[in-house]
């Protein structure tokens, strides 16, 4: 018998890879756009993950496709100087990356990121600032998306996801952290054909149209309801409290490392990390 593949799941693995080719095809690095990445309350696992892309990697997002003006890791400047190229992009046409959610409470004096003519820069000022004079605000990760475990209870820095500051526009690309490959084909998507599609929670439809249930290799157990007893086991974790079938991403054909893997491949269930209400409405994370 010839072995038979998907044909829906070949092509929802290939919309988002189609995005990506064809802006690392036809980017014009003439009209490469400054891009400033700002840490606010965070981990940073974000700008980490973007370390990890592959095809294309950070050097071709950097080298090729924007002008990463600012950002709080990776830049060379240090200090004022880099404070002042953060300034400087806000004259000119910008992205504006946030990941970290906005800690308000005093003035947003618990999320100091940069001194500045002797005075300290809160994220709040930061992204207050850039917030404005962006062109496209992109909220990478959870934190910045919704809050996430920046503003989980009982939120001591009254941390607030990038929107519920704003009040503008913001895309959402969640995820703690958000798979590089989101971001660069968010990103790519502006570039070559404007601002993606995206559902009515602002998050691109490309990465966040399904839900992990919708493509996981453990559906078919779930269907038959068969399902694991503890972990381990390698059937539906539907019982131990995955939330794949409330979380939208495509986690189980995008996976993580260079594809190597994800959570449920490596018999942890789902924790909805890139929902709305992460963590605490998606807590205790694993239930017998
Ligand atoms: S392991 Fe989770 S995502 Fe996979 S089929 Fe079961 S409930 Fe759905």
């Known amino acids: 018998m010839p072995s038979e593949k998907c044909p829906i799941s070949g092509s929802k693995q290939n919309i988002p890879r189609h995005i990506i080719d064809k802006a690392v095809n036809n980017i014009d690095q003439s009209k490469k756009i400054n891009l400033i990445w700002l840490e606010a309350q965070t981990c940073s696992g974000n700008i980490i993950s973007l370390l990890n892309a592959e095809d294309p990697d950070v050097i071709f997002l950097l080298r090729k496709m924007v ?3 600012y950002n709080n890791s990776l830049m060379a400047e240090e200090g004022e100087r880099a404070f002042d190229k953060f300034l400087e992009t806000l004259n000119t046409e ?4 946030v990941e970290g959610a906005v800690s308000t409470r005093d003035n947003g004096l618990y999320n100091v990121i940069a001194r500045h003519e002797g005075k300290p ?3 709040m000022d930061a992204v207050a ?3 404005k004079a ?3 605000v992109i909220a990478v990760g959870s934190c910045a998306s919704y809050g996430g475990p920046s503003s989980a209870r009982p ?3 009254e941390s607030k996801s990038v929107y519920d500051f704003l009040g503008s526009e913001v895309i959402r690309v969640p995820g703690c952290p958000s798979n590089p490959q989101w971001v660069i084909g968010t990103i790519a998507h502006i570039l070559t054909e404007g601002k993606p599609e995206l559902d009515k929670e602002n998050r691109p439809v490309l990465f966040y149209g399904v839900t992990v249930h919708d493509l996981c290799q453990r559906r078919s157990f779930f269907d038959r309801g068969i399902f694991a007893k503890k972990l381990g086991e390698p059937e539906c974790m539907f019982k131990l409290g995955c939330r794949g079938p409330i979380t939208k991403t495509n986690c189980p054909i995008r996976r993580w490392n260079n594809s190597t893997n994800w959570p449920i491949g490596d018999n942890t269930p789902c924790i909805g990390c890139a929902r709305n209400g992460f963590p605490d409405s998606m807590e205790p994370f ?3």
């Open 67 to 69: 002008n990463m003006t």
């Open 94 to 97: 910008f992205i504006l990356v």
């Open 134 to 136: 962006a062109k496209y």
């Open 155 to 157: 939120n001591p820095s």
């Open 121 to 123: 820069i809160t994220g």
């Open 129 to 131: 600032m850039a917030g």
């Open 286 to 288: 694993v239930r017998y």
